[in-house]
């Protein structure tokens, strides 16, 4: 009797891994292959056509986007099996996968890419360029970012302690970095990346600051103008859309950059640093808070490239680091929140499933889609320590030296 496509699959899967199938296969002609678990459901040959032509994890996300391919069990539990297996295929393991191809009945036409696949124009980090990068993510839907996060809207790691859901999380976060910069009733803050207005709101209805937060995106901007109407802020926060090269005129006493700085790109980040230094007064101080990653890449792999965030850029810590110091500020504190940002992404996730039907209707499927492979793969990411995340304060010394700073820690 012939073997089933899911066996020949696993045949030629088990041989280039050198061992047992992480995940079991379900081909579209109702047979399986693999161990118990999670099980990838190759709804049609079209599943594997996205894997010919893409081989890897764009093809994998292509097909999983499209809904050629599926996942029945723990999302999370098959991205943690199969992480530990990369195999980079010879000339003559991609042979062999043709000719199983052809056997399978495979080939055809390359499949469209998805629509909500990414596509740039122009040169890398231009003004122009950013703002379609930016736009491509951030301007996605209001509706479905306040879908998804807390009434805070704060789109980065929350600071978790034992007791802490989502919000809590997210308020001792913008709280931690308000006593950090050490934000007092009548200092001016500048927000540079400040998304949904998340940490304008907080410090100034706790912190009485006046403060100007900047982004590129449309939708944010109108978001945070509706925020300052309804708590009544408008005439002490203000929100440009503005790129952070277009930054003049006053300096404020504080400066805050939020998981802003991944989008920035490694040749710009001169400037983007020497900009924050530029915008503060003497010893005032940055909190800036990025992720980071062992070496300076793309961000997070062809699936983030193409569906997620365009041109990001992750670099190790120390990278950074540096980059502050060239551009003249003293490091203070780094604050690694790493395993704080685990908990985020799945209290993101579980609220994403929870309301799976709002999303779709505000997203469409394949954008929800996206986002459920976008989650889970985040939260891996970071447990396992693929992915960092920092809060770094720094503050631009005055001409003798000082810097103002306490000699032992204000926060908690």
């Not at 490694?266 to 010893?283: G, H, I, Q, S, V």
């Amino acid at each position: 009797m012939p073997k089933s496509a899911a066996h020949r699959l696993a045949d030629f899967a088990e041989r280039i891994l050198g061992g047992p199938l992480p995940v079991a296969v379900r081909t579209w002609d109702g047979h399986q292959a693999g161990p118990a678990g999670p099980i990838v459901v190759l709804k049609n040959r079209r599943a594997l056509r996205w894997l010919l032509y893409s081989p890897g994890e764009l093809g994998l996300a292509r097909a999983y986007v499209s809904g050629d391919l599926d996942v029945e069990g723990d999302l999370t539990e098959g991205f943690r099996r199969a992480w530990a297996y990369r195999p980079q295929l010879s000339a003559r393991d991609f042979g062999e996968a043709i000719r199983l191809a052809a056997r399978l009945g495979v080939f055809g036409l390359p499949p469209k890419p998805p629509a909500e696949e990414a596509r740039l124009r122009g040169k890398l980090h231009t003004p122009g360029r950013d703002r379609s990068a930016i736009s491509h993510h951030y301007d996605l839907s209001n509706a479905f970012y306040q879908l998804l996060m807390d009434d805070s809207m704060a789109y980065s790691s929350g600071y978790w302690s034992e007791s802490a859901d989502l919000a809590r999380a997210q308020h001792d976060k913008l709280e931690l970095i308000c006593q950090k910069l050490g934000l007092r009733p009548g200092m001016r803050l500048l927000d540079v990346g400040c998304g949904w207005g998340s940490l304008l709101v907080h410090a100034a209805k706790h912190h009485g600051v006046e403060a100007v937060g900047v982004t590129i995106s449309a939708e944010q901007v109108q978001h945070v103008k509706n925020r300052l109407a309804q708590h009544d802020l408008d005439d002490r926060v203000e929100v440009r859309r503005q790129d952070y090269r277009e930054l003049a005129g006053d300096s404020f006493d504080a400066v805050a950059s939020i998981e802003m700085g991944e989008h920035v790109g490694e040749d710009n980040y001169p400037t983007y640093t020497a900009t924050l230094f530029r915008m503060l007064k003497p010893t005032g101080r940055l909190l800036l808070q990025q992720m980071s990653r062992g070496a300076v890449a793309p961000g997070g792999g062809a699936f983030i490239e193409r569906y997620i965030a365009p041109d990001m850029t992750m670099r190790p810590l120390s990278r950074t680091l540096s980059h502050l110091e060239t551009a003249g500020f003293e490091i203070r504190d780094v604050h690694a929140l790493r395993e704080h940002y685990v908990p985020t992404v799945r209290a993101w996730a579980a609220t994403l499933e929870q309301h799976w039907d709002e999303a779709v209707a505000l997203i469409g499927e394949a954008g929800a889609r996206v986002w459920r492979l976008y989650l889970a793969g985040g939260a891996l990411a970071f447990e396992e320590n693929r992915m960092g995340v920092d809060q770094i304060l720094a503050v631009r010394p005055d001409a003798t030296g000082r810097t103002g700073m306490p000699w032992t820690r204000e926060w908690a």
